[in-house]
């Protein structure tokens, strides 16, 4: 009976000592993967690091300056360009009058839809006796 019991432990033995080895083997390519990872993380945060510097760079109001000046010759904006009526065309005679009523047709055609064409300012609305009534 000991010698069975000596061939178990030394068959468990050799087979735990197979386990280990294949243990320790996938652990050591994992760990060169892990470094390997780690290369290139340092690598792509060293690359974010060289992009933000350059958009710093190129961000700066005088770097923003030579660029316009070299590529758009953009001016700034003068006051009587923002509000010109020579850039409004001209009225011809014959053009339509505008709406007057403040009451869409509905669905059907009748005139109580009761959505109004154009919202009232609140600076210049007043109402009259009329539109209380």
């Known amino acids: ?18 386990g280990l080895f294949t243990v320790s083997d996938h652990v050591r390519d994992h760990k060169e993967q892990l470094a390997e990872l780690n290369q290139l993380v340092l690598a792509e945060r ?5 992009l933000r510097s350059e958009l710093a760079y190129l961000t700066q109001p005088q770097t923003l300056e030579i660029q316009n000046a ?3 010759s953009l001016v700034p904006i003068e006051a009587d360009q923002l509000h010109r009526s020579s850039f409004l065309p001209a009225r011809t005679a014959n053009a339509p009058e505008p ?6 047709a509905g669905r059907d055609g009748d005139s ?8 009232p300012s609140r600076l210049s609305f007043s109402p009259s006796a009329e539109e209380w009534r």
């Open 99 to 104: 709406p007057r009523n403040r009451v869409r």
């Open 1 to 18: 009976m000991s010698t069975r019991t000596t061939a178990f432990w030394c068959v468990s033995a050799a087979a735990m000592a197979a």
């Open 46 to 50: 060293e690359r974010i690091q060289v």
């Open 70 to 72: 070299r590529a758009l």
């Open 112 to 119: 109580i839809s009761g959505l109004p064409t154009e919202t």
